[in-house]
């Protein structure tokens, strides 16, 4: 059966697999979880679930991860294509994956660091957006029960990704 929606929930929970169509291209064909979870481009990274797109520049390759370092930090991935060095990337980091301290023991080692914009408290998950001291803004969710710091305005945090929830996709024309 084919079923033509605009609706991503219905899509997501229906289908065996996924068409997502761009200005009448295909981008990517999958299961559900793959879409989500190795989107092939960035508009599919972002159009399936929430996304943090970050740009950086790829510093090194070791087997299937790779290095790559943006204005805010240092982040390694999975690679979804084998980059060569100093490749532009998108970097994908996906809200609910974000690992949250408090920011007043972090060092400039490369981590992502910034202040609390504001908080959204919709029931059982929290969703803060959090200005990064060198210019970017990321979303990131979690349970509102989680451990670590309360998410409140103006609260200076330390953000990471573990390096398989990172991917790496090739910056869009």
């Given at each position: 059966?084919?079923?033509v929606t605009h609706d991503q929930d219905e899509a997501m929970d229906l289908s065996d697999r996924v068409a997502v169509m761009r200005a009448g291209r295909l981008q990517q064909v999958a299961a559900p979880r793959e879409l989500y979870e190795s989107p092939a481009t960035a508009f599919v990274a972002g159009f399936v679930g929430e996304s943090n797109l970050?740009?950086?520049a790829v510093a090194s390759v070791e087997g299937e991860l790779a290095v790559v370092r943006m204005r805010e930090a240092i982040a390694s991935g999975r690679r979804?294509?084998?980059p060569?060095?100093?490749t532009p990337v998108l970097v994908l980091l996906r809200p609910a994956a974000a690992a949250l301290s408090d920011a007043s023991g972090a060092t400039d080692d490369g981590g992502?660091?910034?202040a609390?914009?504001?908080v959204a408290d919709p029931g059982p998950i929290e969703?803060?957006?959090v200005r990064l001291d060198r210019g970017d803004t990321v979303t990131v969710t979690r349970p509102r029960r989680a451990k670590g710091p309360r998410l409140r305005e103006g609260l200076r945090i330390a953000l990471s990704w573990p390096p398989h929830e990172?991917?790496?996709l090739a910056p869009e024309l």
């Open positions: 059966m084919v079923l970050l740009a950086g979804v294509a084998p060569a060095w100093a992502l660091v910034g609390v914009q504001d969703r803060a957006r990172a991917r790496f």
